[in-house]
């Protein structure tokens, strides 16, 4: 089928026919309880309608079929763009079908947040019943949408709803019971505020709220995981200010409350430039426990323009305190964040290293710190594109695996005959593919 339109659209382009891939495609064919669902839309509205389709997740159907209430038989929801909009809501809609007496019928249109459907999600959020969490793109911006339904004695209700700049589900204290967690944002004053949210003996409620740090531009990653070696479950928040620079915040889960980690923003601030990409948390050895990454010049980049610095990355973990963090490692990163290099302590202050963009080389050498010179040549990574591959050279280097992201095989050729120099065992441990 993609092949008869890739021959097909280039022929009707050529004869001035205007004509979208939408128009082109014919809608999905509906199978009989679709069909049925359909006609008791249609009849509830007067006529056909156009059906829309969530852009991701589990249920790409405009058609969700699923048990929502506490009956045996499923309900449905039906997403559909109306023509005549009498509420002054969206055009794009979302309508309620339950059966009676073995018949779909609609039980009740809502007009949705946005004019698209991202994803559609069911969970249990703390009261042993199904929620129906529904998130929209909002057009020309980064900012998304959920609207948070709950449906009762054949009626839905709207628990909840809000524009954030992420939202997720997890679990933050174990119980096999789900809780929403969101970031909101307020871009007049570069201010957010995270929220925990579920069900409650009162209703659906925020349970937990923080500030984040002030400057708070734009999200860059959230990850839930550990925060300390004490198993202390915490969610991590990389994010951009409005410099440019990134920053992070750790919210500490006690239950189903959120605490800040109390860490002084220079800590935990950092900038990318030419050659060191902007680095988000991650557990870097495996150990299960998230690290935060600062970004420190390499030896002999000191005193040069920050635009110019060659950096390392030292990582650290939250201590077990919640106010404090503790050295764990140095690594090299690569300019496109595709491969990562742990340095050994013995070369902690004592090597540093150089970046050819042109030659996709970095070079570690042996640093003198009194004459403040770059020496002994220790090791040479090379990566390569599938493009340059006929033409490198690779003459006295080592295949060391290619990354299936950025499309670049990576080779490397050690200084073996200085003893500071890594041994092939040793850099089988050293240097890591990041996907």
């Known amino acids: 089928m993609k092949k008869l339109i890739c021959l097909i659209l280039p022929l009707l382009l050529l004869c001035g026919c205007s004509i979208s891939v939408e128009e082109f495609l014919s809608p999905p064919r509906l199978d009989e309880e679709q069909t049925a669902i359909y006609e008791a839309l249609r009849l509830s509205k007067g006529g056909d309608v156009n059906l829309k389709y969530p852009m991701s997740g589990q249920y790409r159907s405009a058609f969700v079929v699923q048990n929502i209430d506490d009956e045996e038989s499923n309900e449905a929801i039906v997403f559909y763009e109306a023509s005549n909009v009498t509420d002054d809501g969206s055009s794009l809609r979302l309508n309620f079908l339950d059966k009676q007496d073995g018949k779909w019928v609609s ?68 119980d096999n019971a789900q809780e929403v967690f969101m970031v909101n944002s307020d871009s007049s004053s570069n201010t957010a505020t995270a929220n925990l949210l579920g069900w409650e003996e009162n209703g659906f409620s925020v349970l937990s709220s923080v500030p984040l740090s002030a400057g708070f531009a734009s999200c860059r990653n959230i990850q839930l995981g550990t925060a300390t070696s004490m198993d202390r479950k915490g969610i991590f928040i990389d994010y951009s200010l409005a410099d440019g620079a990134t920053n992070t915040d ?16 220079e800590q935990t601030m950092r900038r990318s430039n030419s050659y060191t990409p902007l680095i ?92 403040k010179e770059a020496e002994d040549e220790l090791m040479v990574i090379r990566a390569v594109s599938e493009a340059g591959m006929e033409k490198a050279d690779l003459s006295g280097f080592t295949p060391y695996g290619k990354s299936g992201t950025t499309g670049y095989s990576f080779f490397i050729r050690t200084n073996t005959e200085n003893s500071f120099a890594m041994s092939e065992a040793e850099l089988g441990n050293m240097f890591t593919i990041t996907e």
Not at 254 to 265: G, H
Not at 327 to 337: G, K, L, Q
Not at 341 to 363: K, M, N
Request: with cysteine; aromatic share 10%; net charge negative.
């Open 107 to 174: 039980v009740y249109d809502f007009a949705a947040l946005g004019s698209e459907v991202e994803r559609v999600l069911f969970a249990d959020l703390g009261d042993g019943a199904l929620s129906i969490i529904v998130t929209y793109p909002i057009q020309n911006s980064s900012d998304h949408a959920t609207s948070i339904f709950r449906y009762e004695n054949n009626t839905p209700s709207e628990v909840y709803k809000s524009r954030h700049v992420y939202m997720s589900l997890i679990d933050i204290n174990g």
């Open 250 to 265: 750790i919210l500490l889960c006690y239950d189903r409350t959120l605490v800040a980690a109390q860490i002084p923003d």
């Open 280 to 371: 988000s948390c991650r557990d870097t050895d495996a150990d299960g426990v998230i690290e935060i990454p600062v970004v420190s010049p390499a030896p002999g980049y000191e005193s040069r323009p920050a635009n110019e610095q060659v950096n390392f990355i030292h990582w650290f973990e939250l201590a077990s305190s919640g106010n404090a963090l503790e050295h764990e490692a140095i690594t090299y990163v690569s300019i496109r964040n595709d491969y990562m290099l742990s340095i050994p302590s013995r070369w902690a202050g004592l090597v540093t290293c150089s970046i050819s963009i042109a030659d996709g080389t970095v070079t570690f050498s042996k640093y003198n710190p009194v004459t």
